[in-house]
Nanobody, 127 residues
Framework: QLQLVESGGGLVQPGGSLRLSCVVS????????IAWFRQAPGREREGLSC?????????YYTNSAKGRFAISRDNANNTVYLHIGSLQPADTGIYYC???????????????????WGQGTQVTVSS
């Protein structure tokens, strides 16, 4: 069973940046991709970005995340990062990392019904 722990959230002024971290522990061969999702107040949960943690390291971005978001990985430390630049108040929300063994299901279809979730980290963008 996997455990995912997000960190790096906080209160940030508009225009600032953050780097969120997701550390995975447990039976790590159980996953091959990690994605970041966001739950903003009053809005549906949305997928942002996904990275293949096995061979290749391909990355995927939804339209919401193109341009200001960058996903990366540190396989030696079972950690995936999400860097967010030029933060806006609309970026406020809880950010979750999600792991799945099927790359296509998570990274392309953004289906999470069989995925493992972290507890989330709160990001608040406000002056």
């Amino acid at each position: 069973q996997l455990q995912l722990v997000e960190s790096g959230g906080g209160l940030v002024q508009p225009g600032g940046s953050l780097r969120l971290s997701c550390v995975v522990s447990g039976f790590t061969p159980d996953y091959h991709a990690i994605a970041w999702f966001r739950q903003a107040p009053g809005r549906e949960r949305e997928g942002l970005s996904c990275i293949v943690t096995s061979d290749g390291g391909s990355t995927y971005y939804t339209n919401s995340a193109k341009g200001r978001f960058a996903i990366s990985r540190d396989n030696a430390n079972n950690t995936v990062y999400l860097h967010i630049g030029s933060l806006q108040p609309a970026d406020t929300g809880i950010y979750y990392c999600v792991a799945d063994r099927q790359i296509y299901r998570l990274c392309v279809l953004l289906k999470t019904d069989l995925a493992s979730w972290g507890q989330g980290t709160q990001v608040t963008v406000s002056s």
